[in-house]
């Protein structure tokens, strides 16, 4: 890799780097992943640098990964403690949504001809002419963030730094954070034997622009939370000739739908910061095949973005939604069912519509005191749901659990499933925090005047990044309702939250620019994230560590 880009610029460093990691696939849990890893390792090791200090780049394998990932570190020592993460992800999503251009999906060039007579998008057609955007899977997220950080490392690796200078390459960002939950365990490593004090963490997740005509590059101090709130509802079945006595479980799992997705009254209020509602991911009952009974379980979960609220906040809201959705749907049931009687001149009956609502660690603890063997039954699916997807698992341990209920009383049974992302931010009510927003706006200050550049900086990441690993803001009591409500989640999900504590690293995400991230429209701006940017990222870490 050197030998190709030694004579090169910055820009044009960047730009040839990112098209050879979009040329190379890496969806998110394939094999790709490993090899584009295996590729980075590779291309640093030929930098002058490391060939003089080969020790200073390896690999780390990701611990009980299925499909053995891995990622890969690299280290610029400087003459203090004080130390700068870099960190980008390696994987991307799919090329599916690519159709019948998928064969193009990772060929910049054949893109750009194809989208110069696209007729239907003028923005996408204009831009394709004017040979500034670069097209392809990943050129925004996140490849082009790689390539700037191999960039930079290239560069502070011929430069007196003076502090340490450690960058991370790592797969699975866009679903379960693995790259990332196994780094911590080498950032604590590194923290005791080298004795770091690591100063800030620096992530390039791409941005975009918030709306039409839009020149501002968001730069943000923090990064957004995220839980998976799961809803496992169990009803009553029928025939459905005798439907009216049944409690269907798609009805009320269609009402929480109505009531939690999209629903902006349950975004957070926080002036300034760009805030998304809850947006249902997944809605299935439990039948495999055709008959006509109604469904007896339903499955229904949420992505619900938390900035300054905790897993217990988003509990409680919607705890109190399910209820008075159940009730509405009960008093509703048997208002039809007494009407439909009345009409057919049956006599009175005495069937309940009523629903339980309660949380995984309720119910649990309930059939416990019942002296209900709670524990060998949840060991029994962990094994063999192991190797599966974490949120179908989630769902069998509740179901085990609802089975386990000798009334098989109807009811909504809330959990969480993983991911769990957790909120942080950086605050300037310390001296920590407002020296580093106080260098970060020197150097966007700069960058406007040398380049015309609008910036304008916000407290969180809006979408989901891997530095939320990186510091933790939720209290203890937080975190312990939390473990107690993913179903067996020192299995599932072990998320280290001790040395989350410990590290408590501010991210800080100066990211790529671009438009139509996870869109076969993909496309970053070479002028800005080629030209500009590495320097920007450059000059403010450096500044970081004096």
């Known amino acids: 890799m050197f030998r190709d880009i030694q004579h090169l610029s910055v820009p044009e460093q960047a730009e040839f780097i990112t098209r050879k990691l979009i040329a190379m696939k890496s969806y998110t849990g394939s094999q790709g992943e490993v090899h584009k890893v295996e590729q980075i390792f590779k291309w640093i090791s030929s930098f ?73 998008d003028y923005r996408v057609r204009q831009e394709a002419g004017s040979g500034e955007w670069l097209f392809g899977r990943g050129s925004l997220d996140m490849q082009s963030g790689a390539a700037i950080h191999l960039v930079n490392l290239l560069q502070l690796s011929g430069e007196d730094r003076d502090g340490h200078m450690l960058f991370l390459f790592n797969p699975d960002e866009e679903s379960e954070h693995a790259g990332m939950l196994g780094a911590l365990h080498e950032l604590a490593r590194l ?57 269907d479980p798609t009805r009320i799992g269609a009402e929480l739908n109505r009531r939690i997705n999209q629903n902006i009254d349950l975004a957070e209020d926080l002036e300034g910061e760009y805030v998304l509602p809850p947006a249902c991911l997944h809605f299935k009952d439990d039948k495999k095949d055709y008959n006509v009974q109604t469904a007896i379980s339903a499955h229904l979960y949420f992505n619900y973005f938390v900035f300054e609220q905790t897993a217990q906040d988003v509990l409680e809201k919607l705890r109190k939604i399910s209820i008075e959705a159940v009730y509405e749907i009960s008093r509703e049931s048997t208002k039809k069912y007494r009407d439909f009687r009345i009409k057919h001149g049956f006599p009175p009956s005495d069937w309940n519509f009523q ?39 989630a769902f069998a341990l509740a179901e085990a659990l609802q089975q386990l209920d000798p009334e ?77 409500n993913i179903p067996r989640m ?53 500044d970081l560590v004096k």
């Open 408 to 484: 098989k009383t109807p009811r909504v049974l809330m959990f969480f499933a993983p991911p769990f992302l957790p909120h942080n931010y950086l605050s300037d009510k310390n001296e920590h925090g407002a020296d580093i927003i106080k260098k970060l706006e020197k150097h966007l200050q700069a960058t406007t005047e040398r380049e015309g550049e609008e910036f304008v900086t916000k407290r969180f990441f809006p979408y989901l990044a891997d530095g939320s690993f990186l510091s933790l803001h939720e209290s203890e009591e937080a975190i312990e309702m939390l473990k107690r």
């Open 355 to 393: 629903m339980d609502v309660c949380t995984f660690s309720e119910l649990e603890s309930s059939l416990r005191a019942q002296g209900i063997d709670v524990e060998s039954k949840l060991n029994e699916v962990v094994k063999k749901y192991k190797g599966k997807d974490k949120r179908e698992a």
């Open 48 to 120: 002058p640098y490391f060939q003089e200090n080969p020790e200073h780049v390896w690999i780390q394998d990701i611990k009980d990964d299925p499909i053995g990932r891995k990622n890969v570190w690299a280290m610029l020592p400087g003459g203090s403690d004080k130390t700068v993460l870099f960190h980008s992800h390696i994987d991307t999503v799919g090329t599916e949504d690519f159709g019948s251009l998928q064969q193009m999906a990772h060929d910049p060039d054949s893109l750009e001809e194809f989208f110069k007579g696209f007729p239907g």
């Open 191 to 247: 923290k005791q034997e080298m004795n770091l004090d690591y100063v800030a963490a620096i992530n390039n997740d791409f941005i975009a622009p918030m709306y039409d005509g839009d020149r501002t590059k968001y730069i943000y101090t923090g990064a957004a939370g995220k839980v998976l709130p799961c809803f496992y509802i169990y009803g009553r079945e029928a025939h459905v000739g005798d439907v009216l006595t049944s409690i």
């Open 490 to 542: 020192q299995d599932l999900y072990p998320v280290p939250v001790h040395l989350i504590r410990e590290l408590n690293i501010p991210s800080i995400n100066i990211g790529v620019y671009g438009r139509d991230g996870h869109k076969w429209t993909e496309r970053v701006y070479k002028p800005y994230t080629f030209g500009i940017l590495p320097g920007l990222i450059k000059d403010f870490a450096k």
